[in-house]
Nanobody, 121 residues
Framework: QVQLAESGGGLVQPGGSLRLSCAAS????????MGWYRQGPGEQRALIAT???????NYVDSVKGRFTISRDNAKNTVYLQMNSLKPEDTAVYYC???????????????WGQGTQVTFSS
C-alpha cells in the first residue's frame, strides 16, 4: 500500500508565497518522476512542473521563474515553492508520483488528494 499526503495550500494575497509538500509513504521500492498539476475553476487538470529522479526539472511557461519544484529522496517528498503568486494561480494543486511499489518491477501512478490555493482580496 502506498499513500500520498499533500499539505501547504491556503489563502494567499497577490505577490505572496506558499510551499506545497507531498509525502509518499508505505511499501515503496523507488520513486521515479514527480510532478505537480493544478486545476483551476472550470478548467482541466494540467501539468505545471516535473522533476526526474536525477533532479532535472521542467515547467510550463506560466509558472517559470516563479515556481520551483524540488524533491527530498530520503523523505519521499516533493515540494512546490510558489512565489510571486497571481490570482490566476488559484486552483487545486495535485502531486503526481511515479512509484515502483515494493515487489513490483514497473512504476504506478499515484495522485495526492489535492490542496486548494485561494487568493484573498
Amino acid at each position: 500500500q502506498v499513500q500520498l499526503a499533500e499539505s501547504g495550500g491556503g489563502l494567499v494575497q497577490p505577490g505572496g508565497s506558499l510551499r506545497l509538500s507531498c509525502a509518499a509513504s508505505g511499501s515503496i521500492s523507488s520513486i521515479n518522476a514527480m510532478g505537480w498539476y493544478r486545476q483551476g475553476p472550470g478548467e482541466q487538470r494540467a501539468l505545471i512542473a516535473t522533476i526526474t529522479s536525477a533532479g532535472s526539472t521542467n515547467y510550463v511557461d506560466s509558472v517559470k521563474g516563479r515556481f520551483t519544484i524540488s524533491r527530498d529522496n530520503a523523505k519521499n517528498t516533493v515540494y512546490l515553492q510558489m512565489n510571486s503568486l497571481k490570482p490566476e494561480d488559484t486552483a487545486v494543486y495535485y502531486c503526481n508520483l511515479k512509484i515502483v511499489p515494493r515487489g513490483w518491477v514497473t512504476e504506478r501512478t499515484y495522485w495526492g488528494q489535492g490542496t486548494q490555493v485561494t487568493f484573498s482580496s
